[in-house]
């Protein structure tokens, strides 16, 4: 009665009857039992913060910070959000660890109030570290540093590197914080993760996109090398909007209140460009599939292109239905996926879309120049996404993600121009990929599709 998905509950229900001695403990431990409580308790958080929304957006309406509505998928996307689309704000294109790893480095730098930093991976090694020490520095200096990260993906990280940077006065926290014992059989807990990549610094300035804290993004992988990701710089308004979700997670997790601490004020003088923004977080705890919702209503409102690219591709049959619809009434549809990824379940998984994709006309291809990790959408000539989510199940039902939505034809179209360029590095593939591999190697991309939609 819990799952999101259809296939979950019939998964479910079937192994719960049929071999109730194996899925009776696992329910048990990975179900849903105890996912009300905590989708209950984050939203009485929300409950909280949700008055921010609307503080922010009136402060947005005296700035006349708000975009003109025109209905359509940007109205959808602001009630979704419950922030309005804003103007006034300038994007900034980072391709890569080195331009982003600059770019906010020298943020922090020249950070005067308050940094917010939230990552998935958080890794011990010369990104990771030098990291640890700008923002221990700023501290030290008298800067207000919040950092937020996922147990899970942090698995990894040593004590030491968190006690360092508590010990230059950075308040460092675990979203989950799942220290102790009994904590560690709270699996189910577990398999929901905050996704978010996030970096704020004096409400100013705000970094959202792929990258994670490591050396690899930076291209020094052992195997997947080069890493090919993006991220975005943006300013204006909406850099203040991204500290919503930061907020939220912070007050959730660590019972604290940041509302006072953070500048929320808006004026014309924050203005820094022409282009419309909107900062989109999504979760299980919504009431609403907020991520699902989006990429579906984003399909659907494409009028010439929708282009993906996304280092983990599993889309479930509503997503499936809209690319095709879309390539039918004559919409230019890629998909861009790796060629390898780092989980195999994945790269199963996505070959079982090959044959009803290129029937319908949808072009998908697999980057050959390294490991492709970014997560952006173009849609027509004018509208871009970039952000932590990727096209599949755990990013549309299970993780907490956050992307931005930027409408600007300038932004656009270097998003494009970037496109063009991994495509480029890319094959085409067809649906005659499939043919001449064995049966066990088909019933092995049948099974993983299915393991991968009713996680």
Same mark, same amino acid.
């Given at each position: ?256 209140? &940041?509302?006072?601490? $953070?500048?929320?004020? %808006?004026?014309?003088?924050? #203005? !820094?460009? /022409?282009? *419309? ?120 039902? &299970?993780?907490?993600? $956050?992307?931005?939505? %930027?409408?600007?034809?300038? #932004? !656009?179209? /270097?998003? *494009? ?39």
């Amino acid at each position: 009665m819990q799952t999101r998905t259809e296939q979950g509950s019939v998964a479910w229900v079937v192994s719960l009857n049929a071999i109730p001695v194996v899925a009776v403990p696992a329910w048990m431990v990975f179900g849903d039992s105890k996912l009300d409580s905590y989708t209950s308790t984050h939203r009485a958080g929300l409950e909280k913060t949700r008055p921010l929304a609307v503080k922010l957006t009136a402060n947005l309406r005296a700035a006349k910070a708000i975009a003109p509505r025109e209905g359509g998928v940007l109205s959808m996307l602001e009630k979704l959000s419950l922030m309005p689309l804003m103007k006034g704000n300038q994007a900034e294109l980072l391709i890569d660890g080195k331009a982003t790893f600059d770019s906010i480095f020298k943020a922090i730098d020249e950070a005067e109030n308050y940094i917010l930093v939230q990552f998935y991976i958080v890794r011990n090694d010369g990104n990771g570290i030098a990291l640890k020490e700008k923002l221990a520095a700023k501290a030290r200096e008298g800067v207000m540093v919040r950092v937020l990260l996922d147990d899970i993906g942090c698995l990894d990280l040593p004590g030491s590197y968190v006690d360092e940077l508590r010990d230059a006065g950075v308040d460092a926290r675990f979203f989950m914080d799942f220290s102790g014992e009994a904590n560690w059989f709270q699996l189910n807990f577990r398999n929901h993760r905050n996704h978010r990549k996030l970096v704020v610094v004096d409400g100013k300035k705000a970094f959202i996109g792929g990258h994670n804290v490591g050396d690899e993004y930076l291209g020094k992988h052992p195997v997947r090398t080069p890493w090919r990701d993006s991220h975005v710089l943006l300013t204006g308004p909406v850099a203040k909007a991204a500290q919503v979700p930061f907020v939220e997670d912070w007050n959730w997790a660590t019972g604290g209140d &940041l509302l006072d601490k $953070l500048d929320w004020d %808006i004026s014309e003088a924050d #203005f !820094a460009g /022409e282009m *419309e923004a909107l900062c989109l977080p999504s979760g299980p705890a919504d009431p609403l599939e907020t991520c699902a919702l989006f990429y579906l209503a984003a399909i659907n409102s494409a009028k010439d292109k929708v282009w993906i690219a996304s280092p983990y591709f599993v889309p479930d049959g509503k997503i499936v239905a809209a690319l095709q619809l879309a390539a039918m009434r004559g919409v230019d549809v890629r998909i861009l996926i790796p060629e390898e990824t780092d989980s195999k379940l994945v790269q199963l998984s996505s070959m079982s879309y090959l044959k009803e994709m290129s029937d319908m006309g949808i072009k998908m291809y697999r980057y050959q120049n390294g490991f492709l990790h970014q997560k952006v959408v173009l849609v027509d000539d004018d509208l871009a996404t970039i952000g932590s989510a990727n096209f599949d199940n755990r990013s549309f039902r &299970l993780n907490f993600e $956050l992307t931005t939505v %930027i409408r600007d034809e300038s #932004f !656009a179209s /270097e998003v *494009e121009k970037m496109l063009t360029q991994d495509l480029k590095n890319s094959r085409l593939v067809t649906a005659d990929g499939l043919e001449g591999k064995s049966n066990w190697y088909r019933l092995s991309v049948r099974a993983s599709r299915m393991l991968a939609l009713i996680q």
